[in-house]
C-alpha cells in the first residue's frame, strides 16, 4: 500500500516587496529566474523518486509563482509527473497575484495540469492595499478572478487580511461580503501580523484595537456562513468538498516534501529545512542533502506535540483513537491534566471520540496549543 505524499514548490519572485512581510521573496530578472529554474530541477530531479509514495497534493507557493514565465511553471510541474507517481485527481495548486496574470499564463497553467488557482486580494478597499505596499488595486484583482473563471479554473481561494492599518469593522465587512458574492470555492482570512524587520514594524501603525479585532474574527465567520462557507480550521473557509486539501494533509502530518530555498519537508519522523541562502542553494541544489538543514529526527513527544499543535487547528479537532493507535498510550495518560484544564474552562470540547478547540477557545489559541507542548 503507497502512503500519501505532498510537494510544495517555493517560488522566491515577486515584483515587489509589500510592506508587511517577511516571506523568502526578492526581485528578479528574466535570467535569474531562469537560473533558479534549472537550480529548482536539479534539486528534484537528485532527490530520489519515492516509489512506495503516491502524490495526492502539489503546492506552488512563494513568493508569487505568477511572477516567472509560465512555460517554466509548467516545465517543473512536468518533471514532477515525470519524477513521482501522481494521483489521478491529485490537488495541483498555483499562488498568484492580481498585475501578474494574463489570459496566456491561465491558458498555459491549465493545459500543464494546474487545476487549484489561490490569488491574493486582501482587501477590496484600494487604500488599504497601497497601505500595505500591495501592487495592485482591487479591480485588477477581479479582472484576474474573472479571466481565471473563464479559462476554466473551477476551485479558486481568495485570501483576505484583517487587523490591518486603517481597517474598520465596517471596511473589513465590505470586503467579506464583496469577495464571497464572486463565490470562489475557498477563502483565506488571515490576520495580520507585524513580523519584526519588516517596513511594518518601523512605522507607528494605526491598527484596529484588541476588541475591534475580535469582533472582526467572529464577523468573518458569521458573514461567509451566510454565504455558504464552511469554517474548517482557525483561518479557512469552504464551500462544501473545497476545502483545501494539501493544508489539511500538512495539519494532519500527512508526508511532504518541499524544493526551494526555505521549502520544510516531513518524511516519516525525519524533519528538514533547506537552506535560504540563495549562493548556496545555486551551487549545492544537485546535491540536495548539502542544501538541507536543521534536520532533525523527531522523537515521540515531538509527534505527539505536532499531533496536538497542528489537528487542534482544524475544526474537526483530533482523534483519540488516531492518537492511542499512533502513540501507544491513551490521550489521557499523555495530556489529562492539560484536556481537564481547557475542559472545565469550556475552551476545548470532547465529544464522539475527538477532541477540539471551542469558538472561545480559538480566540486564544496560541495559549492553548502552547500548553501542548512538553518542553
Ligand atoms: S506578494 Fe506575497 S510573498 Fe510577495 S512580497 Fe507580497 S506578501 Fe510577500
Redesign the pocket.
Known amino acids: 500500500m503507497k502512503t500519501p505524499l505532498e510537494l510544495y514548490i517555493h517560488i522566491p519572485f ?1 515584483i515587489r ?2 510592506d508587511y ?1 517577511d ?1 523568502l ?1 526578492f526581485s528578479s530578472t528574466r535570467e535569474q529566474q531562469k537560473t533558479y529554474m534549472k537550480a529548482l530541477k536539479r534539486e528534484i530531479r537528485a532527490s530520489g523518486t519515492f516509489p512506495e509514495h503516491h502524490v495526492t497534493t502539489v503546492f506552488f507557493g ?3 509563482p505568477s511572477v516567472p514565465e509560465a512555460e517554466r511553471l509548467a516545465e517543473v510541474l512536468e518533471l514532477l509527473k515525470d519524477r513521482f507517481q501522481f494521483n489521478q485527481d491529485a490537488e495541483i495548486t498555483l499562488e498568484a ?1 492580481p498585475g501578474t496574470l494574463s489570459e496566456e499564463k491561465l491558458r498555459v497553467y491549465r493545459e500543464a495540469g494546474f487545476n487549484r488557482l489561490s490569488l ?1 486580494c486582501q482587501s477590496v478597499h484600494s487604500e488599504e492595499l497601497k497601505q500595505l505596499g500591495r501592487i495592485h488595486t482591487y479591480e485588477e484583482f477581479l479582472e484576474s478572478f474573472s479571466m481565471a473563471r473563464k479559462l476554466g479554473f473551477s476551485n479558486i481561494n481568495v485570501d483576505l487580511m484583517s487587523g490591518l492599518p486603517g481597517q474598520t469593522l465596517k471596511s473589513y465587512e465590505v470586503s467579506l461580503h464583496t469577495i464571497a458574492k464572486l463565490e470562489p470555492e475557498h477563502i483565506s482570512a488571515y490576520s495580520l501580523i507585524v513580523e519584526p524587520g519588516t517596513p511594518f514594524a518601523e512605522r507607528n501603525l494605526d491598527l484596529p484595537d484588541e476588541e475591534t479585532e475580535r469582533r472582526m474574527y467572529d464577523r468573518t465567520g458569521e458573514i461567509l456562513g451566510e454565504y455558504g462557507y464552511t469554517q474548517y480550521e482557525i483561518s479557512n473557509y469552504a464551500k462544501p468538498g473545497r476545502e483545501c486539501r494539501h493544508n489539511i494533509g500538512y495539519w494532519k502530518r500527512t508526508n511532504y516534501l518541499g524544493f526551494g530555498p526555505g521549502a520544510a519537508s516531513l518524511l516519516g519522523s525525519r524533519r528538514f529545512t533547506n537552506t535560504t541562502d540563495m549562493k548556496k542553494y545555486f551551487a549545492d541544489s544537485g546535491c540536495p542533502e548539502m542544501v538541507r538543514e536543521d534536520v532533525e529526527v523527531l522523537s515521540v513527544q515531538d509527534c505527539m506535540e505536532e499531533f496536538m499543535f497542528l489537528g487542534l487547528r482544524m475544526n474537526e479537532g483530533i482523534s483519540e483513537k488516531q492518537f492511542e493507535e499512533l502513540f501507544g498510550q491513551s490521550i489521557d495518560e499523555v495530556y489529562g491534566e492539560v484536556l481537564k484544564k481547557y475542559l472545565a474552562l469550556d475552551l476545548l470540547w470532547r465529544s464522539n471520540g475527538r477532541i477540539g478547540l471551542t469558538r472561545e477557545g480559538i480566540s486564544i489559541s496560541n495559549v492553548i496549543l502552547s500548553d501542548f507542548l512538553f518542553g
Open positions: 515577486c516587496k509589500c512581510c516571506f521573496s512563494g513568493g508569487t497575484n491574493g
